[in-house]
């Protein structure tokens, strides 16, 4: 689809692609969309998370889906996924409140408590015993078995398992081979016959290799697999299910192939081997990240020795990934006449008083103008979520779209957002 071939606005694509490349998006909506709620902008589209869901579940046809929150909290997105058939995967008690809030039944909700602190188990125990009593808390240290039972929390419980092998995308986020998730593989038989004698109603047994899982990185995953198949046949006590985490990757540069779920699927169920409980799998970023796109606006084109540098209105506050992690984004400027412009080197930068705060480096884009609107894509996982208010800057506002509907999911952050929680202290 070129940018402006269309009469009828609409992001959503005839068909259900394996990955939506961030020129499938229709460039006049996208221009009207930041004309008219302003930039920086995320957009998100709702048909593409449906799209992507239906296509994991019809790889995974005997698995149950839990959707990884922490990628995408907003409440339509929620509210999305679990009307096609998803639980919901917590990593805190806020995501645990998000969706239950969302009218998530709580049968459909687990949180997977890492090094949890006070706060979150009694918010989450305080749920339960007010009637989300059929939620799943998962553990990942015998102690926090101390934890809940001095609450009371005699519910179902999931043990979180460490496999010993860490995959992923970046170092940062390779969490099964990492010290700090699950209990030690070697003891998991005995957290899982301690939990069982203790009164917890012992469900399930967890395990997570990572984010961003793709490539050589699916060995890895397969392993843990394995590993969990032959945990759950040699369990002390009967298991509901198996849950091997998600982590599915997509493709973030314009080259890279797309998964081959339905491959991934079958060397899942083989390196699972026969198990009398039912396979979990917690998907996140790639049931949302294609669906989204943050939109910001170039305030500043300036010609150094070293480059031409482009700066926009978002930044590392908006979205964190190039900072943290030196994540690829594809980057294109939507303005109307783009294609007619020379594709030139240049490095997008955001306001950020930080030289971490660059989006791309001498990237070959159509040229930039003041004014112009350019699109970072694959932007709908891990972007809003780890938006913050560094530099005392106000979040952008997301918007939802479902074909021609849209609508405000969050509003835009203001200045007085940002400062109201300060108090005056009568002594200064």
């Known amino acids: 689809m070129s940018d402006d071939d269309s009469t009828e606005i609409d992001c959503t694509m005839p068909e259900n692609p394996e990955i939506r490349r961030l020129t499938d998006w229709n460039a006049e909506r996208l221009r009207r969309l930041l004309s008219e709620y302003a930039s920086p902008l995320y957009v998100l589209d709702l048909q593409r998370v449906r799209e992507n869901y239906r296509r994991l579940a019809a790889a995974f046809p005997d698995a149950d889906v839990h959707y990884a929150a922490k990628a995408n909290t907003a409440r339509p997105v929620l509210r999305t996924l679990q ?121 399930g047994i967890h395990a997570h290799a990572g984010s961003g899982i793709s490539g050589e990185d699916l060995q890895s995953h397969r392993k843990l697999v394995s590993r969990m198949g032959e945990l759950a046949r ?21 080259d890279e192939d797309p998964l081959d779920l339905d491959a991934v699927a079958e060397a899942t169920r083989e390196a699972l081997g026969e198990v009398d409980a039912t396979l979990e799998i917690e998907p996140g970023r790639y049931l949302v990240a294609d669906a989204g796109v943050l939109l910001t ?55 950020i008083c930080e030289s971490a705060d660059v989006f791309c480096t001498d990237r070959s884009i159509a ?52 400062t109201r929680l300060e108090r005056e202290v009568e002594w200064l």
């Not at 070293?306 to 594809?330: E, F, K």
């Not at 809003?384 to 005392?392: K, L």
């Open 83 to 203: 009307s096609e058939g998803a639980g919901i995967e917590c990593a805190s008690a806020g995501e645990t409140v998000r969706a239950l809030d969302a009218d998530v039944p709580s049968e459909r909700v687990q949180y997977t408590a890492v090094n949890p602190p006070t706060e979150d188990l009694d918010t989450v125990v305080g749920r339960w015993a007010q009637g989300a009593d059929d939620l799943t808390i998962t553990i990942g240290a015998l102690d926090t078995l101390d934890r809940l039972e001095s609450r009371g929390y005699d519910g179902r419980l999931c043990v979180r398992v460490n496999p010993g092998v860490g995959a992923g995308h970046h170092e940062k986020v390779a969490t099964g081979a990492d010290a700090k998730f699950g209990v030690p593989y070697e003891r998991a038989g005995e957290a899982l016959a301690e939990a069982d004698d203790r009164g917890f109603d012992v469900v």
């Open 367 to 418: 040229e930039c103008r003041r004014g112009d609107a350019l699109a970072i894509g694959n932007a709908g996982a891990y972007g809003y979520e780890m938006a913050s208010q560094y530099n005392s800057r106000p979040r952008p506002a997301t918007v939802v779209l479902s074909g021609e509907k849209e609508a405000i999911a969050r509003r835009r952050e203001t200045i007085e957002d940002v």
């Open 234 to 254: 040699n369990s002390p006590v009967d298991l509901e299910f198996v849950d091997i985490g998600g982590g599915f990757g997509v493709p973030y540069r314009e």
């Open 297 to 351: 606006d170039v305030n500043t084109v300036k010609e150094t020795p070293d480059g031409r540098v482009i700066g926009v209105d978002a930044g590392m506050t908006t979205l964190l990934r190039p900072a943290m992690y030196d994540a690829y984004h594809p980057i294109r400027n939507v303005a109307p006449d783009a294609a007619d412009r020379p594709a030139i080197a240049q490095t997008v930068t955001g306001p």
